[in-house]
């Protein structure tokens, strides 16, 4: 199963918005609604922000949105704040399988 | 509250074999998944495997199958994930991370917590 694909980073000025996408196959990303994204900052455990493609879990601001088009799916940040400067990973069911994202890194100017 | 607490780091001889535990507290072991994930230095993360607790049953990654053991174990709330035949490309931070339900009972592919995380090095 290989790695979804991330773009390795992105950045925005604060205020802005931002979005990565994240392109798989159709066997997993196409065949699914079961697309989630994760924030991680240094040194910290990943945090859920986005399941089953566009879902907030309680708690993650509505500045955090979630879409899908055939093979890609995409996480918009609205409102950039510094503290979203993180490393941002999807995540994909494949079959009984879950494969991550490469990774994208925001830079918040 | 829900917690996943994993053990202390580990230093590793190549060839040598980890295992790591994941305790957990704050709801019932047995309702929920729970997964492995492996993070290298500096690098994204691997989804190595889960293990349903209520009956031990397991799926485990490609690219980890034959090395990778998953067990849990319901009389302590602990899972556990084994990793054999050490080489120094698994020098890496390990996470066990809890799958999510949604309100319904269904699972939403999505791991909502997470463990502090375990560093094994493997280094002759």
């Known amino acids: 199963q290989s790695a979804l694909t991330q773009p390795a980073s992105v950045s925005g000025s604060p205020g802005q918005s931002i979005t990565i996408s994240c392109t798989g196959t159709s066997s997993d990303v196409g065949s699914y609604n079961l697309v989630s994204w994760y924030q991680q900052h240094p040194g910290k455990a990943p945090k859920l922000m986005i399941y089953e493609v566009n879902k907030r879990p309680s708690g993650v601001s509505n500045r955090f949105s979630g879409s899908k088009s055939g093979n890609t799916a995409s996480l918009t940040i609205s409102g950039l704040q510094a503290e979203d400067e993180a490393d941002y990973y999807c995540c994909s069911n494949a079959g009984s399988s879950r494969v991550f994202g490469g990774g994208t890194k925001l830079t918040v100017l | 509250e829900v917690q996943l607490v994993q053990s202390g780091a580990e230093v590793k001889k190549p060839g040598a074999t980890v295992k790591i535990s994941c305790k957990v507290s704050?709801?019932?072991?047995?309702?929920?998944?729970m997964h492995w994930v492996q993070q290298a230095p500096g690098k994204g993360l691997e989804w190595m495997g889960l293990v349903d607790p209520e009956d031990g049953k397991t799926i485990y990654s490609e690219k980890f199958q034959g090395r990778v053991t998953i067990t849990a174990d319901t009389s302590t709330d602990t899972a556990y994930m084994e990793l054999s035949s050490l080489k120094s490309e698994d020098t890496a931070v390990y996470y066990c991370a809890r799958n999510y339900y949604d309100s319904s009972g269904l699972s939403t592919g999505a791991f909502d917590i997470w463990g502090q995380g375990t560093m094994v090095t493997v280094s002759s």
């Open positions: 704050g709801y019932t072991f047995t309702d929920y998944y």
